[in-house]
T-cell receptor, first 113, second 114 residues
Framework: EDQVTQSPEALRLQEGESSSLNCSYT??????LFWYRQDPGKGPEFLFT???AGEEKEKERLKATLTKKESFLHITAPKPEDSATYLC??????????????FGQGTILTVHP | DGGITQSPKYLFRKEGQNVTLSCEQN?????MYWYRQDPGQGLRLIYY???????QKGDIAEGYSVSREKKESFPLTVTSAQKNPTAFYLC?????????????FGPGTRLTVT
């Protein structure tokens, strides 16, 4: 069974203090990975799709990277508005996947001014 | 603007009552999904549908039912058989093409059953 684990569960940073969030997975063959941002009380907002090991994607202060066993979301010089829960998800392996996703439990990021 | 709408945003029901959550999308996506989110947990798939008049159970379908009579709509009914229905419910949609594809989410409905 696919498992997706995110660490840390919560991360508190000072504004401008760069750091990384981790998403590790045990899946039967890498099929790619998604990152989402979720603000309190709202639906997740799509950030990135990573298709293969070695791939990197960037958006403003965020950079996502992917290896065969894990993905990192690097946050450079974060601002308070980057505070949110960040979720990663991998496609299901079974048969006709049809886009079904297994989500990690999320990392709650808080950036203090 | 294209997007996914869910209504209502907050819903309160008494135990033993069935309740239906609405999900509509104008993205022309073929696939639609329902997830449940509980505090400290990731999203768990309840039901999904790839095409009109067809849907499949996800991980936690017990106590829930869905219909897909129109491409744009995928309502979820939380029945009295669902033992712990209080949660945040999220609807999503995606295209159906290629090996996998990102899902886009609605704003969610917070259901409280007392």
């Amino acid at each position: 069974e696919d498992q997706v684990t995110q660490s840390p569960e919560a991360l508190r940073l000072q504004e401008g203090e760069s750091s990384s969030l981790n998403c590790s997975y045990t899946v039967s063959g890498l099929r790619g990975l998604f990152w989402y941002r979720q603000d309190p009380g709202k639906g997740p907002e799509f950030l990135f799709t990573l298709y293969s090991a070695g791939e990197e994607k960037e958006k403003e202060r965020l950079k996502a990277t992917l290896t065969k066993k894990e993905s990192f979301l690097h946050i450079t010089a974060p601002k308070p508005e980057d505070s949110a829960t960040y979720l990663c998800a991998v496609p299901w392996a079974g048969g006709t996947s049809y886009g079904k996703l297994t989500f990690g439990q999320g990392t709650i990021l808080t950036v203090h001014p | 603007d294209g997007g996914i709408t869910q209504s209502p945003k907050y819903l309160f029901r008494k135990e033993g009552q069935n309740v239906t959550l609405s999900c509509e999308q104008n993205l022309n996506h073929d696939a639609m999904y329902w997830y449940r989110q509980d505090p400290g947990q990731g999203l768990r798939l309840i039901y999904y549908s790839q095409i009109v008049n067809d849907f499949q159970k996800g991980d936690i379908a017990e106590g829930y039912s869905v219909s897909r009579e129109k491409k744009e709509s995928f309502p979820l009914t939380v029945t009295s058989a669902q033992k712990n229905p209080t949660a945040f419910y999220l609807c999503a949609s995606s295209i159906v093409a290629g090996p996998f594809y990102e899902q886009y989410f609605g704003p969610g409905t917070r259901l409280t059953v007392t």
